[in-house]
């Protein structure tokens, strides 16, 4: 599962999730009071007779610290994939030309031919296939090429496979 993949599942399942933010008293999980009533309850430490009595598990948040971190995971998780979301988007394959006139310049990998050698459909063309290199990790003044994907980019993507 790509980085794209594993932010795209976390927005899906906070968009299907209610609303936040989300407080706690430690036994039970709520909308937070800011927003407007009625305020819906999200997780309950409550046992109902159905659950238990039919051999069901009747638990539930145990421990005030989980109900804690289960609040703060609403509001918490969306401004982590925000802030993942910026740093992919900077760390993204470019290519790097050179021309008499310009000197050394980067531009974005052609999604149509992905800048690979010959005359293309798009416009494109190129005696050869171009490396694509990462624009953050790259600087072509100081002959630096990362290439793509870059370590930052492999790290995210290896820490999220773990999950998958």
Do not use: N
Not at 37 to 60: D, K, M
Not at 109 to 136: F, N
């Amino acid at each position: 599962m790509s980085a794209a993949e594993w932010i795209a599942k976390r927005r899906e399942l906070l968009d299907a999730a209610t609303e936040g933010p989300w407080e706690t008293d430690g036994s039970e999980i709520t909308q937070h009071w800011s927003r407007p009533e009625p305020w819906r309850t999200v997780a309950s430490s409550e046992v109902v007779c159905g659950s238990y009595c039919y051999g069901g598990a009747g638990r539930g948040i145990e421990r005030a610290t989980d109900a804690a971190l289960i609040a703060d995971a609403r509001t918490s998780l969306p401004r982590a994939l925000d802030a993942l979301e910026a740093v992919l988007r900077g760390h993204r394959p470019v290519s790097f030309s050179f021309s008499w006139q310009t000197g050394v310049t980067m531009h974005e990998v052609c999604e149509t031919c992905q800048d690979k050698a010959g005359t293309h459909p798009c416009g494109c063309w190129r005696d050869e296939d171009q490396p694509h290199v990462c624009a953050v990790c790259s600087d072509p003044e100081r002959h630096i090429d990362a290439p793509w994907p870059c370590m930052t980019v492999r790290t995210i993507e290896t820490a999220l496979r773990a999950d998958s």
